[in-house]
């Protein structure tokens, strides 16, 4: 399959291509992601991971590399609506709390874009996630402990504690950022 880059600097994505045994390294996008859209569609997310392969291979097309580039994005959407990384406690606060007891999904869309003839695939993975009813206790636990605030959603899967998932439906690693049967898929290609 040989070397390709990975245009993140999510070290979750990093960790589930190394689980994966890809030889792979990092090359951050400079992406400047809009943060306008609220309401959801596969588009959006896929424009998100193209541009953010796109700036990196670019990059490497000056240079005359010729790479395989991935990019990625999640989002966590409830009710049709995206939810993005928390401003502050409070909104991670109040997003936990509409979570809660309900379920919502999680799409992350792949981007593999070569450096050299700039032609590129795309695909998307959902997963649908179900909520135990938090308490408000739970919420500030979890919010104190483990400060996602960085994060879609306002919640890392793979940190939540015992009590808080009631069900995944679909891949786990799609939820934590990174779908590895759509990599597979999209680098076989």
């Known amino acids: 399959m040989g070397k390709i ?22 090359i951050p996008s400079e992406y400047d992601e809009p943060h306008t ?10 424009s998100l991971a193209y541009n953010k392969a796109l700036d990196v ?23 049709n609506k995206i939810l993005g990384k928390p401003k502050d406690y409070q909104d991670a606060f109040v997003t936990l709390k509409m979570l809660s007891g309900k379920t919502h999904f999680v799409v992350t869309s792949v981007a593999v874009v070569n450096s050299k003839t700039l ?8 997963t649908y996630v179900t909520f135990e009813n938090l308490t408000e206790e739970q919420i500030k636990f979890y919010l104190d402990n483990f400060k996602p605030f960085d994060k879609a959603g306002s919640y890392g899967i793979q940190e939540l504690p015992d ?11 799609n939820v934590i950022g990174l779908p590895s049967k759509v990599v597979e898929e999209l680098l076989a290609q």
């Open 37 to 46: 859209q609220t309401v959801f569609s596969y588009e959006f997310v896929e």
């Open 119 to 126: 032609e590129y695939k795309i695909k998307s993975d959902t």
């Open 57 to 79: 291979a670019k990059k490497l097309k000056v240079k005359g590399i010729d790479i395989q580039v991935l990019g990625a994005d999640t989002i966590v959407v409830l009710d």
């Open 163 to 173: 009590g808080y998932v009631k069900s995944v439906d679909g891949q786990i690693d």
């Open 5 to 26: 880059i990975l245009g993140s600097s999510s070290p979750r994505r990093a960790s589930i291509l190394k689980t994966m045994k890809l030889d792979f390294d990092v």
